[in-house]
């Protein structure tokens, strides 16, 4: 895969680091889920909205900041790197 510069404003990243955040909020939904343990009647979806929501938004300026250290995708590490074929 060609390890060229991917601009933080393409599609490409873009669809990478809203992925990310879904994963991210996704997660950290389950894992407010699991550690409340009161049944789905008794959770604070609220809270646990909100918490999941803010991880995701965390997960969106960390690839931004990501992206634009690197230029590769919205990770630090290059484990995923955005195809520059795509945008």
Do not use: C
């Not at 933080?8 to 873009?14: C, D, E, G, V």
């Not at 409340?36 to 009647?41: E, H, N, P, Q």
């Not at 300026?61 to 995923?80: D, I, Q, R």
Request: proline content about 2%; hydrophobic content about 50%.
């Amino acid at each position: 895969m060609d390890r060229g510069t991917v601009s933080i404003f393409s599609a490409a990243f873009a669809k990478a680091a809203t992925e990310r955040a879904v994963k991210t909020f996704a997660q950290t939904l389950a894992a407010l889920l699991v550690a409340d343990y009161s049944g789905l009647i008794g959770v604070d979806w609220a809270h646990s909205l909100s918490v999941a929501g803010l991880a995701a938004l965390v997960s969106i300026l960390t690839s931004v900041g990501s992206g634009a250290a690197t230029g590769h995708g919205p990770s630090l590490a290059n484990e995923y790197t955005v195809p520059t074929d795509l945008g």
